[in-house]
């Protein structure tokens, strides 16, 4: 089982990023699949989920209304869709999955995670 995480960069407060997490090995559509967030120094911050159940996606409160995470089925990979990003957005970003349909912080899988750079 492999997550493969990318699509971070650099860019100016208020740009935007989609960040991709594609899968091998299973199935994301019978996944909870997670973004997460990590600066230096500090813990791993959940920031999205989105069920394979059912498609409910659920937020931390500095994403909500900035990010959208979805899913394509058929290419077996999840996307989080960042915009308006400011500085404090800058962080490692992961992706995790868990055949559990339950939104925590515990995952089975985990990808290598992605840089986004927020900076003017």
């Known amino acids: 089982v492999q997550l493969q995480a990318s699509g971070g960069g650099s860019v100016q407060p208020g740009g935007s990023l989609r960040l991709s997490c594609a899968a091998s090995g299973i199935s994301l559509d019978s996944y909870m699949v997670a973004w997460f967030r990590q600066t230096p120094g500090k813990e791993r911050d959940w920031v999205s989920c989105?069920?394979?159940?059912?498609?409910?996606?659920y937020y931390e409160d500095s994403a909500k209304g900035r990010f959208t995470i979805s899913r394509d089925n058929a290419k077996n990979t999840v996307y989080l869709q960042m915009n308006s990003l400011r500085a404090e957005d800058t962080a490692i970003y992961y992706c995790?999955?868990?055949?559990?349909?339950?939104?925590?912080?515990?995952?089975?899988?985990w990808g290598q995670g992605t840089l986004v750079t927020v900076s003017s």
């Open positions: 995790a999955a868990d055949s559990l349909n339950f939104c925590g912080m515990d995952y089975e899988y």
């Open positions: 989105i069920s394979g159940r059912d498609g409910s996606t």
